[in-house]
């Protein structure tokens, strides 16, 4: 079926097209709402809120983004909403991740770049799951940014909308997680040295 | 620019967004600061890290019983 027989099932609420959606895009979402939750019985929930919306919702879907883009951004909101609904957990302050400066402006530790290339390092499963536990560990702030818009590749705008805080805000997130991150990832990867 | 400042600065770098006066001061730096260099090159890659780790997920598939469930949960949607 393609998207123009499938837009217009979805706009009539057809049962098999649905179907077909739910089969298509359904493991594609399943994995943003595991990135966001990291729980499998929320984000199997996620998934399902997120169609529920989208059949409640699907006249306002009008062809004019790819149905998957639409859905994308579905279950993105659906995850957080799950997200915002959890008992917040203290955070651990960014600053211990993030690096430090001698008083004169120099960092206070030495960097070398990493010896492999990332994409090499990053086709070995282990270190593949040593990165995706190290973003689960990032402060909830700073982790749902780099997600939204390192991984799932919404813009500063969209994102700014999703978290509901300015663009400016988000760019701060992003770029303070970046350097969090590294410093998580940096003792796993050859040739770091710090 | 510092190395202090050069940090504040490494996003819009890599989103090749700097000013035009921004962009020659950072590289300027860049070029003879080693280290500046190497965390530029692991910041990149930190990004690139994380997207690679990410894309295998992207390819899991739907596990029947959610594909049900969510079937199940959308026929008792009422229709118009």
């Known amino acids: ?194 | 620019m510092n190395c202090r400042e050069i940090s504040q600065f490494l996003m819009e770098y890599v989103g090749d967004t700097l000013e035009r006066d921004v962009h020659d001061s950072f590289e300027s730096h860049l070029t003879a600061c080693h280290n500046c260099h190497a965390y530029l090159a692991q910041y990149r890659d930190t990004i690139l890290a994380g997207q690679l780790a990410c894309k295998d997920d992207d390819c899991s598939e739907v596990p029947e019983e959610l594909v049900q469930a969510v079937l199940t949960a959308l026929s008792k949607e009422p229709r118009s």
């Open chain 1, 1 to 194: 079926m393609d998207e123009a027989a499938l837009t217009e099932g979805l706009r009539a609420g057809d049962d098999k097209v649905f179907e077909t959606l739910v089969r298509t895009y359904g493991g594609r979402m399943l994995a943003v709402a595991r990135r966001v939750l990291h729980n499998e019985e929320d984000a199997r929930d996620a998934v399902q809120d997120a169609f529920i919306n989208a059949f409640r919702y699907r006249e306002s879907f009008k062809g004019d983004a790819l149905i998957s883009t639409w859905l994308h951004s579905i279950v993105i909101n659906s995850a957080l909403m799950r997200l915002r609904a959890r008992t917040r957990k203290a955070e651990e302050a960014i600053e211990n991740y993030l690096p430090r400066f001698l008083p004169d402006g120099h960092y206070a530790e030495s960097f070398a770049s990493w010896t492999e290339p990332v994409d090499v390092s990053l086709s070995r499963k282990e270190t593949s799951e040593m990165v995706r536990r190290a973003i689960e560990e990032l402060p909830e702030t700073y982790r749902t940014v780099v997600l939204l818009r390192d991984i799932e590749g919404l813009s500063t705008e969209e994102t700014a909308q999703i978290v509901n805080t300015t663009p400016n805000a988000v760019k701060i997130r992003l770029h303070r997680g970046r350097m969090a991150l590294r410093t998580l990832i940096a003792p796993h990867l050859a040739g770091a040295t710090s």
